[in-house]
């Protein structure tokens, strides 16, 4: 085999080929069925070519989790004001459907991965927590702007935000799991929001007392 040359746009195309036939073959058939060789045959390319970029599968499955954190990220400007940033989080929860329907795999085996991989786990922490403190922030001024109530206590903001995106990251699979009429995985994540938003932000949505929008 003859080696091409590779050149920076040659080489970032390889390595998104490989973790685009991965992120295919997990969703389709589970991360432990997958072997590293199955992905290198799907991809065309030789296991040697694959080991280039990727020493084993836990590499492949922590850079997928880094596009999955990527595509999942708030698209909230920091001078956007609190009409703007409750109108762009209600929008994301359908952005988020989309995202978790390309990495699926992650929503059904996440958090077994995380006991088995510390270098995972560790990441997925530090996303957790920076992630859950910027939304702790902007639901503050939300509520600061008469758009949402402060949850009753005991439960506080880091609360909301908490189960918020819990129910976020497993409704599909247990819905799934247990069918949709137990849980519409597209509505689940505004349980927690919708009985928080004041008059004011249900207008600013253009919500009826019904939650849907008019």
Do not use: C
């Not at 209600?90 to 510390?118: K, N």
């Not at 786990?121 to 600061?144: F, H, K, P, W």
Request: negative net charge.
């Amino acid at each position: 085999m003859v080696e091409t040359t590779r050149t920076p746009q040659r080489t970032a195309q390889r390595r998104e080929d490989i973790l685009a036939t991965a992120r295919t073959l997990f969703d389709a058939e589970g991360i432990a069925q997958v072997t590293t060789g199955r992905i290198a045959q799907v991809a065309g390319i030789s296991p040697g070519n694959l080991y280039y970029w990727f020493a084993n599968k836990g590499e492949i499955v922590r850079a997928l989790f880094a596009q999955w954190s990527a595509a999942s990220a708030l698209e909230v400007g920091t001078d956007d004001d609190p009409e703007q940033v409750l109108r762009t989080l209600w929008g994301q929860t359908s952005v988020q459907r989309e995202v978790s329907d390309r990495f699926g795999f992650f929503a059904r085996e996440l958090f077994p991965l995380l006991h088995v991989d510390p270098v995972l786990a560790e990441q997925y922490r530090a996303n957790v927590i920076g992630r859950s403190a910027r939304l702790g922030e902007l639901v503050e001024t939300m509520i600061d702007a008469d758009l949402l109530r402060r949850p009753e206590p005991p439960t506080t903001v880091a609360d909301l935000v908490a189960v918020t995106w819990l129910v976020q990251e497993t409704a599909a699979p247990f819905a799934a799991a247990v069918g949709a009429d137990v849980l519409d995985p597209r509505t689940a994540p505004l349980v927690a929001v919708l009985p928080l938003l004041t008059a004011r932000g249900r207008q600013v949505l253009g919500l009826g007392h019904d939650g849907v929008a008019r």
